[in-house]
Structures are given as structure tokens and as C-alpha cells.
């Protein structure tokens, strides 16, 4: 599993063979898990989780799609965590699947929320060393954005920017549907929007269902107890 340190209590995890390595969380001080994998080994429930659980490591699972901006009340709950755990002393590992593509952007959002500018957070993610392959070269281009990333971000950046300063409802409104519209991939110019395509997008928005809250050593999103 590779392991990206991008300060002292964030990491950027992944993994290889589709595995998480259980020994390389606990060797490294991992003591919170964000778990953004969409692809889960078959024996997930029956190994990772129960090896989680005996470990007391707080967790949540909240599947995130490849290469996209997760929606804006998903991001905001999870930097939430990551914050709180991070405030509380944890190191907290955000984690995915190789060539997955989110979680550094999580990362990214996360220290925003501490006030640096999306591109010095870009650029510290970017720098993130790796731990347990200290040889290997750092995130790098796994950080490079697309232009929806960076507009999302940016837009992100001047609300929390503003934020402490607007005193106006119907602005703050404003800000909101700016954030809402920017987590939208934009749509191929060919493809139209119909009614039906509306609602299937909605029944099918992976993330209804999954803005739930965790426990310790507990499987977030994924519907077990």
C-alpha cells in the first residue's frame, strides 16, 4: 500500500492489488481512515473490516467516483472529520483505490477549511513524500487537477474567503448555488437535458444514503452494523 505524508497528520493512502495493508495503517500511526474506495476486495467484510474493528481505528466508508468532484455536503462532512481528528491529535489517512483520483483532491478541500489558498494546497499535496517507499517520488502529477477540480476549487477558496464577512442571507445563498454548480461535471455538448435524465441523475447520485455518521472502528456508508 502506498502511503503519501502530506503533513505531520495527513496521509494520502492507496491501494495496490486492491488490498488496504492493515500492518503498514498501524506501523505508520494511522488512527483515522477516510475511505473513498468504490472497488472493495471480496473478502472486505470478512477481513478489512473485523481487522479494523479490533484495531479501534475510527472509519468511515464513503465511496467517491473516479476522476469527480464528490458533492459539496459529502466534502464539508468529511473535511469535518478529517479536521477534528487531525485537532484531536490523530494521523488521518485519506484513502482510495490506485489510480482512483479523489482523495488527494480531498486532502486538498481539507486544508482549505484551514485557510491556505487552493493553489498552495495544491502544491502541498503535490510535495506529499511517500512513508513506507521513501525512494519513490512524491504525488506529483496525481495532483495535477482538471479544469473542473480547479474550478470547483477555486470557487470553494472564495467562499471561505468571504465567508467570515457576509452578513446577507441571500448571498450567502448565492455563494452556495456557486459551490453546488461547480461540483457538476459539466455535460458533453452533444448530450441534452430531458426531464427523465434529471431524476435518473438524481435516483442514481451515489451519494444520497451515504451522509451518515461513523463509529469507532465502525463501517460508515456501507450499510453493515
Known sequence: MAMYRVNNFL??????????????????GV??????RTQLPKDYVTRERML????????????ADPKQVMP??????????????????????????EGQGVASLM??????????????????????D???????????DDMTP????????????EFYLKKPYIRDYNEEMMYMKKIMDATQAPMPPEEKTTPDKV??????????????????????GCGEK
Open 107 to 128: 486532502a486538498a478541500t481539507a486544508l482549505m477549511r484551514m485557510g491556505m489558498s487552493p493553489k498552495d494546497c495544491v502544491h502541498q499535496v503535490s510535495q506529499a
Open 199 to 220: 431524476m435518473a441523475s438524481f435516483l442514481g447520485d451515489p451519494s444520497w444514503g451515504r451522509l451518515v455518521g461513523r463509529q469507532k472502528g465502525g463501517c460508515g
Open 130 to 140: 511517500h512513508m513506507n517507499l521513501p525512494d519513490q517520488d512524491p504525488c506529483g
Open 146 to 157: 482538471n479544469e473542473h477540480m480547479r474550478n470547483f476549487m477555486n470557487t470553494l477558496g
Open 11 to 28: 496521509v494520502i493512502s492507496r491501494d495496490i492489488n486492491g488490498q488496504m495493508d492493515m500492518d503498514a495503517v498501524l506501523k505508520n
Open 72 to 97: 459539496f455536503q459529502m466534502n464539508e462532512m468529511l473535511a469535518r472529520y478529517i479536521l477534528g481528528d487531525m485537532s484531536n491529535g490523530m494521523r488521518v489517512a485519506v484513502h482510495e483505490n
Open 52 to 63: 479494523i474493528n479490533k484495531t479501534g481505528i475510527m472509519y468511515a466508508l464513503m465511496p
Open 31 to 36: 488512527a483515522s481512515i477516510i475511505d473513498l
